[in-house]
């Protein structure tokens, strides 16, 4: 399953548009665009982003050179509805009495939002599996920790191994 049609073609090209276009209007910026030039939120936007994959990804039964994006239109389903459900959870009475609610101290909201931000990301690694078999299929594999990184100011001042520089970042994290 490959996520990225070839390029070669007129037929591919309208494929990497329609991902690209799609993958626009379902991701924040018409939130954005609505909420600052005209002061609106729509609640129900989120089903109308939703409506519109689902849509795209059943086109490709009907259209053969979208198949190719239906794995794509999957997986922002599934991330779509593991991060609506982790809002869900969220708000649950439970939830908000392990950790605060809007009483939380900044350790506990912090907790309470990488968990859930944890469980999406779980989630996801799981639908990945299924759909590629391997990690290595879905570019989930360790790099070449030696490979040098450039310096960053105030962290270090000289090129040193991805490998140092990922327990200096976790220290600062």
């Known amino acids: ?31 954005i665009l609505l909420r600052e030039f005209f002061d609106i939120r729509l609640g129900w936007l989120i089903w109308a982003k939703l409506a519109l994959l689902v849509a795209l990804g059943l086109l490709g039964f009907l259209w053969r050179p979208l198949r190719s994006l239906q794995s794509y239109y999957l ?58 078999k391997k990690p290595k299929n879905f570019f989930f594999v360790r790099g070449d920790l030696q490979a040098v990184a450039q310096p960053i100011p105030l962290l270090m001042d000289k090129p040193n191994s991805w490998k140092k520089l990922g327990w200096i970042l976790a220290v600062c994290i």
């Open 75 to 132: 997986i922002l389903v599934v991330l779509f509805t593991a991060e609506w459900a982790s809002g869900l959870l969220a708000g649950t009475a439970l939830w908000q009495s392990w950790f605060g609610g809007s009483n939380a101290g900044f350790t506990q909201s912090m907790l309470s939002t990488q968990l859930l931000r944890l469980g999406v990301a779980v989630v996801m690694v799981g639908v990945l599996l299924v759909l590629f």
């Open 1 to 31: 399953m490959n996520l990225i049609p070839d390029t070669t073609s007129h037929t591919s090209r309208a494929i990497t548009w329609i991902a690209w276009v799609s993958m626009l209007c379902v991701s924040t910026l018409p939130d």
